[in-house]
């Protein structure tokens, strides 16, 4: 039995790392973890304390050394070029079906078309250079014959910043002067178009200048230690839970507890088509990155932000990276680097590890305190910290020969070579570093040597990956041991693959059904990204709150009341109400590393299909008392005696509450049933709050209600009809 439970927490460790056996990834660890031996990884690889060391020992030790630098040597770009010829015929083929009506299915594709078109000076033989406005022009005439007249604009915007031949400059004028014309004319029939998808809603959500479906802003004043939270929550930390949220004041159901954007996040490869690579907004006049045909933005605004920062990296190689069968939280892991910058990354690094050396003069305070003759203990305490006294003062050298340069550049000389070759020289952002998300859990001191052997071989391939696109000024030779610098983002890397296996959160829309908005309905998972302030959430198998996505932020809201002191706990998966205690414990084990000790695993409670209005408890109505009564102890006329504070009480109140609370759920699932959301959410929140107040679950009616509510709650963030399941409705 363990030893099937260590296979299967290794195969969940791996999963997440990479993505099954596809992709030369796994052969190439494979061929290292074979070529070191099983004594290496353990004995020698094993006891390396830091990430920094581990990823030089990857380039440098003569065992492995020949094998990585051979593979890695073979990395070159890989990428879906613009093709002028390609997206020509998807224009042709575009009119062909506008002209026979069949305006949907023109619309992809002009799409395509305006996805595969070349930038200026890239396609002269095909289209005289301008197949890009052309395809614009023709999208935002199929955009007019839908009257969608806010993204015909837009695209005829997109098509005028080229010097287009003065007749089809005339036409491009006549449209943008109907669309204009018509828009001011119907501007207050027209129901507006987000074209910000949901960015503006969720600014003001988080400033309470908005409220949510169930008319409540985010919960209290924002927080001032969690800038994304409200202050009815405070972080706290203990050593069996670690850092975790628990209510500050008291939460009610339907509470907005949380609204946050990802530090980072990246769509799965099978969206990039369908939905925006920087907001995972779902696409209606996509248009994309000028080098490169993989990806897709919603607009202007997304695609200038990903190409000023990650996307300029990783544009040439995206191709590469998918096929190379690393996961998406590879990916997640790399963009926390691309996006960042060189600069950022070194000092995102300095300040790790000032906060190790902290930690490490914390511990050897108390260790000679409490311990004065542990010498050897002293010795090594003292060996680590020179350690990294030595790494930090390589670090400044290196920053520092790089400052001169930067010095040289604001006295004149010329910096664009240094500029292009991916160095990031905005002074203004260069102390502004979130820490928030590195100093999350990454569970080290339980990782094996193998386990930590496959996560380096992942950094030491994204570190060359950088190396081929500029990511750093002079990059080392391949048959050399990568420099200081390159050494310091390959461990930032490494760090990055372990935090990301526990805190970060799949990000999903809602997929309606054609007949009922709630009935068949089902989440999508689109992608992954890392949320600093929800990570810190700890699990329950009985969740306190439930999350949706606006935009690309995530949204966190309560779905039973809570008292100050109350641990607010989320659920990673596996839930009371349909996984036996046996399968929670097991996946939880496996995937997190951790036992859940929630009150539903301690009692065992019942998963779904057994689950009773019995099993309820009724609270003691004695002030501070926290005793627990079956609703069958109390007889009518009758008091009992609570042995927790031994005084006489009657129960028939709490009764009569319970009662009112079963009722006021058949009512909620009516509206909801109707479709009557803020009418449901009502109702339910309103009998959750005194359900909570009188009684303790389980209840199998209080749990429907609790599920029906997260599933009203998340209707307000994103959902999607298909268009011909809208059709049909």
Same mark, same amino acid.
């Given at each position: ?64 050394? %020949? ?78 014959? &839908? ?27 006549? +449209? ?67 850092? %975790? ?46 080098? !490169? ?16 920062? $990650?996307?300029? $990296? ?27 910058? &060189? ?79 991916? %160095? ?128 690309? %932020? ?52 019942? $998963? ?19 005793? &627990? ?37 058949? +009512? ?16 339910? !929140? ?26 009203? &709650? ?16």
């Amino acid at each position: 039995m363990q030893d099937r439970d260590e296979f299967y927490r290794n195969l969940c460790s791996s999963e997440t790392l990479r993505s099954g056996k596809r992709g030369f990834f796994h052969d190439f660890s494979e061929s290292v973890m074979r070529m070191a031996g099983a004594t290496w990884t353990t004995e020698v690889f094993g006891r390396i304390e830091d990430d920094a060391g581990r990823v030089r020992a990857i380039f440098a030790d003569p065992r492995i050394r %020949h094998v990585v630098i051979d593979t890695l040597a073979r990395v070159k770009p890989l990428y879906r070029d613009k093709d002028a010829d390609i997206s020509k015929r998807r224009r042709l083929e575009g009119y062909q079906l506008a002209a026979i009506g069949q305006y949907d299915k023109a619309l992809l594709l002009f799409s395509q078309a305006v996805l595969r078109a070349p930038q200026r000076d890239k396609g002269k033989t095909v289209d005289q250079d301008m197949s890009l406005p052309l395809a614009l022009l023709g999208r935002a005439e199929i955009f007019m014959a &839908l009257k969608e007249y806010h993204f015909a604009l837009e695209d005829l915007r997109l098509a005028g910043e080229y010097d287009l031949p003065d007749k089809s400059m005339q036409e491009l004028r006549r +449209r943008r002067e109907e669309c204009e014309c018509f828009l001011r004319v119907n501007e207050k029939s027209l129901t507006p178009v987000d074209l910000a998808n949901n960015v503006d809603k969720v600014t003001r959500l988080i400033l309470n200048e908005e409220k949510d479906g169930a008319g409540r802003p985010l919960n209290g004043a924002v927080n001032s230690e969690a800038r994304w939270s409200s202050d009815a929550l405070e972080i706290r930390e203990t050593s069996v839970a670690g850092k %975790h949220a628990v209510a500050a004041t008291e939460i009610h159901p339907g509470d907005t507890l949380v609204v946050e954007g990802p530090l980072a996040g990246c769509l799965l490869p099978e969206f990039y088509g369908t939905h925006c690579q920087h907001c995972y907004a779902r696409l209606k006049a996509p248009i994309g990155c000028p080098n !490169c045909s993989c990806v897709t933005f919603c607009g202007r605004k997304c695609r200038d932000i990903a190409m000023a920062t $990650y996307h300029k $990296y990783e544009c040439k190689i995206l191709a590469l990276l998918i096929g190379s069968g690393m996961s998406v939280l590879s990916m997640v892991a790399f963009r926390m680097v691309t996006q960042e910058g &060189l600069r950022k990354c070194l000092k995102i690094y300095e300040e790790l590890e000032k906060a190790d050396d902290e930690k490490a003069a914390t511990s050897l305070t108390t260790t000679t305190t409490t311990i004065p003759d542990t010498h050897d203990a002293k010795s090594s305490a003292n060996s680590r910290s020179a350690r990294r006294r030595i790494r930090r003062r390589k670090l400044k050298e290196c920053r520092r020969r790089e400052g001169g340069i930067e010095m040289r550049g604001r006295e004149g000389q010329d910096t664009k070579g240094s500029r292009e070759s991916g %160095h990031d020289h905005d002074d203004d952002d260069d102390d502004n570093v979130d820490m928030a998300a590195y100093n999350l859990v990454t569970h080290a001191n339980k990782r094996t040597g193998s386990d930590f052997l496959e996560r380096s071989l992942m950094a030491a391939f994204l570190l060359r990956c950088l190396q081929r696109v500029g990511f750093f000024a002079h990059p080392t030779p391949d048959d050399e041991v990568p420099g200081a610098e390159e050494i310091i983002v390959a461990a930032l890397l490494l760090r990055n693959l372990q935090l990301l296996q526990f805190n970060a959160h799949e990000f999903f829309e809602t997929r309606l059904s054609a007949g009922h908005r709630f009935r068949c309905s089902r989440p999508v998972y689109l992608g992954v990204a890392i949320y600093p302030t929800v990570a810190r959430f700890n699990h329950d198998c009985y969740p306190a709150v439930t999350r949706y996505f606006v935009g690309r %932020h995530i949204v966190i809201r309560a779905v039973r009341g809570l008292q100050p002191g109350d641990v607010i706990a989320e659920n990673y998966g596996p839930i009371f109400t349909k996984r036996t205690l046996a399968e929670r414990q097991r996946t939880l084990t496996g995937r997190y590393w951790f036992r859940c000790t929630c009150q539903a695993c301690q009692e065992d409670w019942p $998963y779904f299909e057994n689950l009773t209005n019995d099993a309820v408890r009724l609270r003691c109505p004695t002030e501070g008392c926290s005793g &627990l009564h079956s609703r069958a102890q109390q007889r009518p006329g009758k008091p009992i005696k609570c042995p927790d504070c031994r005084k006489k009480i009657c129960l028939e109140d709490r009764l009569a509450c319970l009662q009112e609370c079963e009722t006021l759920y058949a +009512r909620g699932l009516a509206s909801m049933e109707d479709e009557r959301v803020d009418e449901a959410i009502g109702i339910l !929140c309103d009998a959750l709050k005194r359900f909570h107040r009188v009684a303790y679950p389980p209840h199998r009616d209080t749990h429907l209600a609790e599920i029906a509510l997260s599933s009203c &709650l998340i209707d307000y963030g994103n959902t999607w009809r298909p268009a011909v399941l809208c059709e049909r409705t």
